[in-house]
């Protein structure tokens, strides 16, 4: 963290010089820590049409967090992520066994998850209140240790695409044909979901379950209206979500508001952007 | 580039030979596939015709080892003894190669999926988020010439026309050179230039690797320029022979329900 500090403190910014406000410098590591992740993986969420299966993981995770609230657990956020990650496993089964379209599936396990939150945090009477900080995130309080382990997934998320992203596109693309050159589909899928889970509980917190989604969708979404080829794709998507990212951030410490909301909107303006120079 | 002798086709005897034998398929209790056998020999180029439904995709999906299945597929290389299919056991051989040109895939017009992202996704382990590598390049465009697409090679596949797409499949198909070449409804959404391109070099492959080429089709007006045999499928093999033995047959007329001729004569 030092080493950190130091970097920034050539910048000229106010916040920027030693000695005074961590949360901001932790909260832009984190977000140049988050938003390459988002970024990644978003190419695929888009591409393979999986939005709808990304925002319903998002509701999952705060129910994730509620049990772990009841448990009585110091940091229900690993109950939310194991919660997730069943979640994510589940999906995939009943996905392939039923003959429902997707996001019929979808619809069912979000509603369920929904439910079982509001359920399980309301039992007794108790105020939902507590729950309203992850709806809007806050990108300010995130911790070194977190950031760390958020460093770790981003390490995860990479070996994971330069092993199987090939096999993924090629699944999503045409199950059949990546059958017959040995793609293993079911599992691909459950391995990248699971991902998907575990990113968007640990980030929830900071980024807030109500926009969460958009950092899934919108960093592809943008890429997709300007690029060519798969390389380009993933730099626009990366470059995309990065830049709004810092924007984002910046918005929020100057002008007060919340990060997550900030970010969202900077990536819609790359959106607008690139939806404007696409080529038809 | 892996090259095939080539024996004079006088039977199974000398030439390589795909044998199907009481292949019989059950999904869900429904029986789609039952007793079903005909042989393929390399070098041929077989047509399966059928009504949908018929079992077309099931019979094909068997070949690929996809789905279980009763009965036996083996393939025995000229003047060697048969290999089943689905492990490769009866004599220890390598199971053949089985190459697969799959219906049409959808390709949105924005799909950011070059032809050479699609062709090294599919034959190489480099991952194609990064950039592609010269090497990578070369050998794809060296597949795509064995169907003179080239061209093709930057181009987004959503941005390929039916009769493009189905000889960039085609060339995927041929890497690594299979034995057995499947086509399902290869012909569909390809336009009459596009059909007479993909024909031409289907038979081209045919003699240039002795392939074994099967595939299906809808288009019956042009099973006669290309086919050495046709086989009529509705769960059961209902016909089996020459072009226009097959499609003069009374069993083809009573599956499509076309009447022979005009009021019953001819």
Known sequence: ?????????????????????????????????????????????????????????????FTGMAIGAICGLNRPIWAAVIFAVIFALLFNLVRRRSALASDTVIGVFSSTAVA??????????????????LLIGDVLSVEPAMIGVLALILAAVLVLWALSFNQLMLASVH??????????????????????????????????????NSLLVLPGAAARNVARNMAQYHLFALLGSVAAGIAGLMISYYLGPSAGASITLCLAVWFALTFVIRKK | MRKLKHGKLT??????????????????????????????????????????????????????????YQGSITFAPAGGPAIR??????????????????????????????????????????????????????????????????ELLDRAMGALSGGQLQRVLLALALEPVPHILILDEPLSGVDIEGEH?????????????????????????????????VILLNRRVLKEGPPDEVLSSPEFYDTFHLRMGRGGER
């Open chain 2, 11 to 68: 039977g199974c005897a000398d030439a390589c030979c795909l044998k199907l034998e009481g292949l019989a398929v059950r999904l869900e209790g429904d029986e789609i596939l039952e007793d079903v056998s005909f042989h393929l020999h390399c070098g041929e180029i077989a047509a399966l015709i059928g009504p949908n439904g018929a079992g077309k995709s099931t019979l094909f999906r068997s070949i690929l080892g996809q789905i279980p």
């Open chain 2, 197 to 229: 391109q993909l024909l031409e070099m289907l038979d081209e492959l045919r003699t240039q690797y002795d392939l074994s080429i099967l595939l299906s089709t809808h288009d019956f007006a042009t099973l006669g320029q290309f086919a050495d045999k």
């Open chain 2, 85 to 150: 299919l689905a492990d490769g056991a009866v004599t220890g051989g390598s199971r053949p190669l089985v190459g697969y040109v799959p219906q049409s895939p959808s390709f949105d017009r924005g799909d950011p999926v070059s032809v050479l992202d699609f062709f090294t996704a599919a034959t190489a382990k480099w991952p194609v988020w990064l950039p592609v590598p010269k090497q990578y390049r070369e050998r794809a465009a060296a597949c795509l010439s064995r169907v003179h697409g080239e």
């Open chain 1, 175 to 212: 199950p059949a044909l990546a059958d017959s050159r040995g793609v293993k589909i079911f599992w691909q899928e459950t391995v990248f979901s699971a991902a998907i889970a575990v990113v968007v509980t640990l980030s929830m917190t900071w980024v807030g379950l109500l926009v969460i």
């Open chain 1, 116 to 133: 079982l939150g509001i359920f399980l945090s309301t039992l007794n009477g108790r105020s939902f209140t507590k729950f309203n900080s």
């Open chain 1, 1 to 61: 963290m030092e080493l950190w500090y130091a970097i920034l403190s050539v910048l000229p910014f106010d916040w920027a010089q030693p000695g005074q406000m961590y949360f901001m410098k932790h909260a832009l590591l984190a977000v140049l820590v988050i938003t390459p992740l988002f970024g990644l993986l978003s190419t695929m969420v888009v591409h393979s049409r999986m939005s709808f299966f990304s925002d319903a993981l998002g509701h999952s995770a």
